[in-house]
């Protein structure tokens, strides 16, 4: 069923949160906490295709307890933000999250979402809450589409019935103090995915494999988790949630190929275009730790960012394992090619500079 046939139905929340209580969650929302009014809704049925789209009141749903998702877990997800721009609001790439969002569904044998109708979704959801929409600098509302199989049925086999839905969160920063570098830690015992898996997908179960390393991260006094490949345990592949980007003394940038195993990054895909737009090599390579280590150690590495929806673009400073740690340039600031590029890209975000590449939608 195409995107153009599926009606929304708008049954308005009956009881939003009163104005003055919206207003004091804005002020400090933290990340992933606070909630809007709303969220869209659309079901799933094998033969008759999307079906009931609405706005409704968000609310628990009721899942059973044989729901496909909660057996085989056939689920996937997306991330993606709407700013405050003049007196309106924008999405950034939207399509381009549709996309991925369609990558996801097949890898994990799920239905197409056509693209208008996720753009349709998220459009209304970010309309109907507009006064969620943060207006103070650095803030966001974040929106979670996201799909799972809830056909009442134990068998391994693709769901026949598939719930989708968009829920939106007013965030901050993803980093507590964020704007210095962070620290990562050298997963040593788990990876993130290996060839032919999920690693591509934007799906629950990557990321629930990536929490005990997370932890480990988390005792070892380090922000965030690094992965390596699965095979040789010697290639940089990405963090538990982000991209990673590298910063030569020649001004080149590296970051790991898209081979299946991670992310295709929507920010890391801008900001190689912004990237190359300033005169800029990137280059999509194979990096091992060891040369990284030896790099930042001789200068020839001047800078390290991982990057993603969340966190958009965050420094990194030092890099730990049970073998010890080093840092990269200055690892209590920022560096230059970073915050530049971090820069270009919250610009065209906000509209703050011109957007050459049609990334900006604006929802009203």
Not at 86 to 93: E, I, S
Not at 201 to 228: P, V
């Amino acid at each position: 069923m195409s995107g153009n046939s599926v009606q929304f139905d708008y049954r308005p929340n009956s009881t939003p949160v009163p104005v003055a209580e919206r207003e004091a969650l804005l002020a400090s929302p933290g990340f992933g906490r606070v909630f809007t009014d709303h969220m869209a809704v659309i079901n799933y049925t094998e033969g008759q295709g999307w079906h009931d789209a609405r706005i409704e009141a968000r609310a628990p749903i009721q899942v059973d307890p044989a729901s496909a998702v909660l057996h085989y877990a056939q689920e996937v997800f997306e991330g993606m933000k709407a700013y405050q721009s003049g007196n309106g609001a924008v999405l950034f790439r939207p399509d381009a999250n549709a996309r991925r969002f369609n990558g996801s569904a097949s890898r994990l044998s799920m239905p197409d979402l056509p693209e208008a109708l996720f753009l349709e979704s998220v459009r209304r959801l970010v309309d109907v809450d507009r006064a969620w929409v943060p207006s103070q600098p650095g803030g966001s509302l974040y929106l979670r589409p996201f799909m799972f199989a809830n056909e009442v049925f134990l068998g391994v086999k693709p769901s026949a019935e598939y719930l989708y839905m968009v829920i939106a969160s007013p965030v901050g920063s993803y980093f507590k103090g964020a704007g210095g570098p962070v620290s990562v830690w050298i997963s040593q015992n788990d990876t993130r995915a290996a060839m032919g898996g999920t690693g591509a997908a934007k799906c629950g179960g990557n990321y629930a494999a990536s929490l005990r390393a997370q932890a480990e991260a988390i005792r070892n006094g380090c922000d965030q988790t690094l992965f390596l490949d699965a095979t040789e345990r010697r290639w940089v592949e990405e963090l538990g949630g982000m991209n990673i980007f590298f910063v030569f003394e020649d001004g080149s940038l590296s970051t790991p190929p898209l081979d299946g195993t991670i992310l295709p990054g929507i920010t890391r895909d801008s900001l190689i275009t912004i990237a190359r737009a300033q005169g800029m090599t990137v280059r999509e390579e194979a990096y091992s730790i060891d040369q990284w280590k030896s790099d930042a150690a001789s200068g020839r590495l001047r800078e390290t960012f991982a990057c993603g929806t969340a966190a958009v673009v965050a420094p990194i400073g030092r890099v730990a394992s049970p073998e010890g740690s080093f840092t990269i340039g200055n690892p209590e600031v920022g560096g230059e090619v970073t915050m530049r590029l971090r820069a270009a890209l919250v610009d065209i975000q906000l509209g703050n500079a011109p957007d050459p590449y049609g990334w900006v939608q604006r929802v009203f």
